[in-house]
């Protein structure tokens, strides 16, 4: 587990601000910090990394003290032993994508485990082209194979697929969680967008002007309070069509296109790439047989 | 037939200044880049004054400042014995003030144009500053590194008023190629003078053209 505990002045694009962050980031699973830009995300995550300094705090990965500013103890990141994917991926423009790779592992590294890695995240048609001639997607899964070779203890993704199309993105998030699966790394996803955080993580910590708004699991943060509904998944708006009396919403959810049927007061408000959560109270569910 | 002293002098100045700068420059420049505070404003105003101010008042100053009546100019002579103005060693110091913006001017800006995470990446995957300037740094900003030597180099083969004054125009110790094409203009020798000026255009004019070149093969393979 890691305990966070930090408090910082900021002078953001939003005034100042006061940033306070306490909390535990479970073994092996992933912490999702959710909150809208200028909250204070991307901050959090590189004092993590030792990139930032704090004005005061501690933080602690599991019997190791990272930070304690009582103390006067601060391992530079070099000391930590995380993996860290930067939003725009941070490639180095002058090594080709092996190399990127290799970087991280030094010479006595073990290749069996970067091969793995390599495999994967589907790289080794990639592994001599250099970062220039790379679709955002490709870059982002070099930056993750980079940050993963050094088997770190923690991994830091400040929203690493929020410039990427709906597909590149999805794919990559399966990747991610497989990834993350396979060698229970502990991680924290910096995101913007419900949809993504509601699949990925098990915790969320949403983030409001540099203050902790709520923590618990995606449906706790994200589910609306007071309903019980039955099934509920949480997906994009991509058209809303009026036909007749009535509105046909298609929404994108687990990769699918589903349609919804939707009355007007229910779409008032609703408009292309709104996230949304779709539930049903009464639930029929059909039944086929299918191994005929 | 011509004296060719002075443009072996000029070169051998050019050489050695570029290197001492290409030296100091880089740290200096880490430096300058990474910090914010006044004091760094005010050092790279320092720096940066040579490319305004008449190479005569440089000239002037150093001629002063580093001549024997001068605590600094006594010092080096009498601990070292080196007397600094009117030799070949008081040029270098002379032109290594005057082209220093050349050098350090595009490497700021160079590593300034890097994005931050680049470097930050290489501390998170424990590469310590060191290793990442050689690794990543320089490498990236070569193409400014490149254009720092060059200028540098062309711009000391270009100088005339500092090497004038704290120079003097001795044969064979600080008579480079600008003085010794002012030297027969003075003497109504337009036919040397016409030598030595056609040489400094033909070599200025090739390492320019050789620079471009450069820079054009580094960032294709970049993109390759």
Known sequence: MISINISKRLNGSFGEMHLQFQCAVEHGLVTALFGPSGAGKTTVLKIMAGLLMPDSGRIKCKDD??????????????????????????????????????????????SKDVDELIEML????????????????QKQRVALARALARKPDLLLLDEPLSSLDKLARYHLQEQILAIQRR??????????????????????????????????????????????????????????DKEDMVYVVSVFLNNDIIKIVALEDDVRDMKAGDTVLVSSKAFNPMISVINK | MIDLQPLFITLKLATITTFVLLIVSLPLSVWLANGNSRFTTLVQAVISMPLILPPTVIGFYLLIFLGPNHFFGQIIDQWFG???VFSFMGLVIGSFIYSLPFMVHPVVSGINSLPPGLLEVSYTLGKSKWATFFLVTLPCIRNSVLTGIVLTFAHT??????????GGNIPGQTKVASVAIFDEVEAMNYQNANIYAGLLFGTTLIILILVYFLNKRFAQTTLK
């Open chain 2, 157 to 166: 083969i270009g100088e005339f008023g500092i090497v004038m004054m704290i």
């Open chain 1, 65 to 110: 003290v990272w930070l304690d500013t009582q103390r006067k103890v601060f391992k530079i990141p070099q000391q930590r032993n995380i993996g860290f994917v930067f939003q725009d991926s941070a490639l180095f423009p002058h090594m080709n994508v092996k190399k990127n790779i290799m970087y991280a592992v030094g010479r006595d590294g073990e």
């Open chain 2, 82 to 84: 080196i007397r600094l």
């Open chain 1, 183 to 240: 060698y229970q790394i502990t991680t924290v996803l910096v995101s913007h967008d419900i949809a993504e955080v509601s699949r990925m993580a098990n915790q969320v910590v949403k983030l409001d002007a540099g203050t902790i708004t709520a923590t618990g699991t995606p449906l706790q943060v994200f589910g609306l309070p007071g309903m019980s509904a039955k099934f509920r998944a949480i997906g994009e708006v991509l058209t809303i």
């Open chain 1, 122 to 137: 589907e790289l080794n048609e990639l592994l001599t082209m250099y970062p220039a001639n790379l679709s955002g997607g």
